[in-house]
């Protein structure tokens, strides 16, 4: 079953091929047709190469499909490997030209059959095409290095925890990119991570890019979130990960109440020494109330200093 | 060293890259082809009849390159070279 699958599918290679062919064909043959080929010399050889292509093609139909197919194999086995690795995979793909590879394999090999290819295979054949290649890598082992240093410096870290950092950043940063979001911010965010917390323990990328995804889609300042989980993680013991998750029920609380949720955010980080106030309901007895203040363009800080100063006005009245 | 330096690096890496993977490509079907053409001497003079064709063809682009870059441009588009 498998083996008549896989002869059906060769047979369907050679036919596009063949399909290919005669679309080619009728296109030349329509330009000179309507008067639009003025090499018309030209445009027949290449009509009588076509009908040439398409007569071996019949006359050796079973070595060009089995050809054919193996070459599709090939491309779809390349493209598949690169588009399984994770986050960066599809990218590639797109910026290596590869989509669709099999079809583009067996294109080159029905071209490299009619002689219609410059061959790409000689680039690297030569001592030339060597030299470019050998140049080609150490200049790209060279942008590496750059890169680790430029981040070393941009994050205050060393160069070897920057060079550990740099592939995930670089991956997390074009697979943001890929989905229309700005992959440079994670970057900022490492970094503010990296001196709001002091030590590195927390400025890991995953961290960040949890932290951007967040922010990018909510539309809060990554910083604001990182400033809140440094609150939050002194104030409760919590770690990164469940601070965050405090940050996004703040910031769902906020939206659902129609009011600024970086506001919220930054009111909560401000004014944490009032969370202990809030601690029957926890974190999110604090947020409540930062929404609530929000509500009326207060801060938690403001309405418990006004309900601070209501309290001593009484007990100045009572001693009176 | 700025960061003009590293995207240009970076597109010469992905030029690379794209191109020695069709260079795998093209040297399998170079092969494939030298295999046909062994197969049989019909085989072979019909590739070298293609082949021939092809280069006449090319020839014939690169003359008119000479005087005409445009429409050489446009030739090889329509022709597919």
New interface residues.
């Given amino acids: 079953m498998a083996e008549n699958t896989k002869d059906l599918t060769e047979q369907l290679s050679l036919s596009e091929q063949l399909e290919r062919s005669l679309k080619?064909q009728r296109?030349?043959q329509g330009?000179i047709n309507l008067g639009k080929a003025?090499?018309v010399?030209?445009?027949e050889?290449?009509i009588?190469?076509e009908k040439?292509?398409r007569?071996?093609a019949k006359?050796?139909a079973e070595?060009?499909e089995k050809?054919l197919g193996a070459?599709g194999d090939?491309?779809d086995t390349?493209e598949e490997s690169i588009a399984g690795i994770p986050l960066i995979g599809g990218i590639l793909v797109d910026?290596?030209?590869?989509k669709d590879?099999g079809e583009?394999?067996q294109n080159?090999?029905a071209?490299?059959?009619?002689?219609?290819?410059k061959?790409?295979?000689a680039?690297?054949m030569g001592p030339a095409g060597i030299a470019a290649?050998f140049a080609?890598i150490l200049?790209?082992i060279?942008?590496i290095r750059?890169?680790s240093f430029d981040l070393a410096d941009n994050l205050g870290v060393s160069r070897k925890e920057a060079r550990d950092l740099l592939p995930e950043l670089k991956g997390s940063q074009m697979a943001f990119e890929a989905i229309g979001m700005d992959g440079s911010k994670i970057q900022s965010t490492l970094k503010e991570i990296g001196s709001e917390f002091g030590s590195l323990e927390n400025m890991t990328v995953a961290n960040a890019r949890n932290i951007e995804m967040f922010a990018q889609n909510a539309g809060v300042a990554g910083s604001e979130i990182v400033k809140f989980n440094k609150v939050m993680m002194d104030l409760t013991g919590s770690s990164f990960d469940v601070s965050t998750n405090m940050a996004k029920a703040a910031v769902n609380m906020a939206k659902s109440a129609n009011v600024s949720s970086a506001k919220v955010l930054s009111d909560m980080a401000s004014s944490a020494s009032k969370f202990a106030e809030f601690s029957m309901n926890g974190a999110e007895g604090f947020a409540a109330a930062a929404v609530e203040a929000a509500k009326v363009g207060a801060s938690v800080e403001g309405i418990l200093g006004a309900a601070d100063k209501l309290l001593d006005f009484e007990s100045r009245g009572c001693t009176i | 060293m700025n960061k003009k330096y590293i995207k240009e690096n970076k597109t010469l890496v992905r030029e690379f890259l794209g191109a020695l993977i069709r260079a795998v490509a093209q040297r399998k079907a170079n092969k494939l082809v030298k295999d046909l053409r062994k197969q049989s001497p019909e085989n072979a003079k019909a590739i070298d009849d293609m082949h021939k064709l092809a280069s006449d063809i090319r020839d014939r682009i690169k003359q008119i390159e000479k005087t005409d870059p445009a429409k050489a441009k446009i030739l090889k588009q329509k022709l597919g070279y």
């Avoid at chain 1, 910026?95 to 590869?98: Q, R």
């Avoid at chain 1, 071209?111 to 290819?117: A, C, I, N």
């Fill in positions: 080619k296109g030349l330009q003025k090499q010399d030209l445009f050889k290449q009588d190469l040439k292509f007569k071996f006359d050796n070595a060009l050809n070459a090939l491309g390349i910026k290596l030209g590869l590879l583009q394999f080159l090999f071209d490299t059959l009619k002689g219609g290819v061959p790409i295979g680039f690297l290649a080609g200049l790209a060279r942008a750059k890169a």
